[in-house]
């Protein structure tokens, strides 16, 4: 059953985001476009939804060849194929976000319903797929930005997280590679050395 949602006000809430001049007014010349147009059939909530991260804007002659109109076909509640998925990320990749833009993202998301329902299906199309950072090292001015953005910020830990911690950490030990270190409960091998990455200092103490 359809969740009661505002079709027409998430849309032009998508509309603020990629228009924002329009003030909610479809560009002229361009489409909304659904990343993938079987949630109209399949996910029906999360095709009502709007959300401006399911949708992109095109041009009217993009618009047309993703749904196959100039070879005389339509695919609607279909699949994407390889070749429109590849065109669709090269022009995702081709644009350039302002902080306006993040910001018109942000507030069209904001207090919008995410049934229980959906929620269990992003849950399980997430089961079993790696994270998309997993195996990518983070570079020396990642992590020192990280620390940076750290530094004065006091965290409080329980004591039901702190046994929680050390539970998950026993019977492991640390690994370092490169600028990396983790906790693996069997030795991974190379090029994984025993132990953590020596401090600051320590290299030239140990050479």
């Not at 060849?65 to 081709?94: A, D, P, Q, Y």
């Not at 750290?150 to 590679?177: C, D, P």
Request: proline share 5%; aromatic share 10%; with cysteine.
């Amino acid at each position: 059953m359809l969740n009661s949602y505002d079709s027409k006000k998430n849309r032009e809430a998508c509309w603020k985001y990629y228009y924002p001049e329009g003030n909610g007014k479809a560009k002229p010349g361009f489409h909304l476009h659904h990343k993938d147009p079987s949630w109209k059939k399949n996910d029906p909530d999360r095709y009502r939804q709007w959300n401006p991260c399911d949708v992109i804007m095109l041009t009217e002659e993009e618009h047309k060849r993703l749904h196959g109109l100039l070879k005389g076909s339509f695919f609607l509640g279909c699949h994407h194929s390889e070749e429109t998925k590849s065109h669709l990320s090269s022009v995702m990749k081709e644009r350039e976000f302002t902080e306006e833009h993040r910001r018109h993202l942000s507030e069209a998301g904001k207090g919008r319903p995410v049934s229980l329902e959906i929620r269990e299906k992003i849950s399980k199309s997430n089961r079993g797929k790696p994270a998309w950072n997993k195996g990518k090292p983070w570079s020396a001015e990642t992590k020192r930005k990280m620390s940076e953005s750290k530094k004065g910020k006091h965290t409080i830990v329980t004591e039901e997280q702190r046994i929680k911690l050390s539970n998950a950490a026993r019977g492991k030990k640390w690994y370092h590679y490169l600028e990396e270190e983790k906790l693996f409960k069997e030795n991974p091998g190379e090029p994984w050395i025993l132990g953590r990455l020596p401090k600051e200092g320590e290299a030239d103490c140990l050479s």
